[in-house]
């Protein structure tokens, strides 16, 4: 069975930095993509960053501009959001998933998700 478990949510003032993780369980494999996602209140749910862990490309949101950046430790089947210049629309429930047959920011093709980490930026 699956399971991936997202930790490192927070409150932080805009400025500020935080890293999300996201540990996965019961799927293995050398190349897959890992992503993160986030849904701010009200709001559908938007693609923040992907990776492939086999050759290791990334993917990014437009709206993370350099900002973010999405990394991996393979060894731990663990994978990272490094957020920085944290803004308050930065707000949001962020969620880690895997299972896409092709890496991509469509949460749709994504079939296993982790329960969520809330993210809250006050200006």
């Known amino acids: 069975q699956v399971h991936l478990v997202e930790s490192g949510g927070g409150s932080v003032q805009a400025g500020g930095s935080l890293r999300l993780s996201c540990a996965v369980s019961g799927y293995t494999g050398s190349r897959k993509c890992m992503a993160w996602f986030r849904q701010p209140p009200g709001e559908e749910r938007e693609g923040v960053a992907a990776i492939n862990t086999g050759g290791g490309s990334t993917y990014y949101g437009a709206f993370v501009r350099g900002r973010f950046t999405i990394s991996v430790d393979s060894a731990k089947n663990t994978v990272y959001l490094q957020m920085n210049s944290l803004k308050p629309e930065d707000t949001a429930i962020y969620y880690c998933?895997?299972?896409?047959?092709?890496?991509?920011?469509?949460?749709?093709?994504?079939?296993?998700w982790g329960q969520g980490t809330q993210v809250t930026v006050s200006s």
């Open positions: 998933a895997t299972g896409a047959r092709s890496c991509n920011l469509y949460p749709e093709r994504f079939t296993y």
